[in-house]
């Protein structure tokens, strides 16, 4: 960095599945000069203060829990920013109603969600608009490589974890009918014809959590 040449803002990615968070590092690249990720192990413990905490939704609990409110708690966190693609009004109400500085749509060009970041580090709130387009091209998710859309992924995601029908419809804000269809979508992908074998295909594909990082953030470590 230049004498004099503002320093980079600081971001700890937050997600619970190592390769969705490496596909957000990957974009974030290009802009090391203006965006270092300090943060993305998800085994190591919550140890550096940061400006910014980007936290994907991706298998998460959705932005408008109590959960947000925790991590923005946690003494090492600046501001947070919620990256997500599910604009669902009461998750977007609910996570600045709980300190959120940020809600932005994973179909943001790298550009755009990096001067976004630098406008919550400045101090603004900013939420992107609705998405209107598929996820932006770089990210990645369990599944991505099976032909698995980031939201069949994030279903399959929430099942392996355990979750009932009902609980997945409450996590992402879709209906049971919605989160029905996205099963039936997800079994003939991966060729299976129960839940058990579902769950073990997912198991076994990478769709079961690789740490509990989130879990650390809340816990205000």
């Known amino acids: ?37 300090v943060e993305i192990d998800a085994n190591r413990p919550v140890v550096t203060d940061v400006d910014v905490v980007l936290y994907d939704s991706f298998a998460q609990p959705e932005a408008g829990g109590d959960e947000i409110a925790d991590i923005v708690a946690n003494r090492h966190a600046g501001r947070l920013v919620i990256y997500t693609w599910n604009f669902d009004h009461t998750l977007v109400e609910g996570a600045l109603a709980r300190g959120a500085s940020g809600y932005l749509s994973k179909t943001l060009p ?24 598929r996820v932006m ?69 990478g769709f079961a959590p690789d740490h509990h990082r989130s879990q650390s953030w809340r816990a205000g470590r």
Do not use: F
């Not at 550009?111 to 900013?126: D, F, K, Q, S, T």
């Open 1 to 37: 960095m230049a004498d004099g040449a503002p320093r980079p803002l600081t971001v700890a990615l937050v997600d619970d599945y190592e390769v969705v968070l490496a596909g957000i590092a990957r974009i974030l690249a290009p802009y090391e000069d203006r965006v270092r990720v």
């Open 110 to 133: 790298a550009r755009e969600l990096v001067a976004a970041l630098e406008a919550v580090h400045a101090g603004e709130v900013v939420v992107s608009p609705p998405p209107r387009s």
């Open 137 to 205: 091209a770089g990210l990645d998710w369990p599944g991505r490589n099976e032909g698995l859309t980031e939201r069949e992924a994030e279903v399959l995601a929430l099942i392996t974890q355990g979750h009932s029908n009902a609980e997945v419809a409450q996590i992402s804000c879709l209906s049971p009918n919605t989160v029905k269809s996205y099963i039936r979508a997800l079994y003939r992908k991966i060729g299976v014809a129960s839940r058990t074998q579902a769950v073990l295909w997912g198991v076994e594909h």
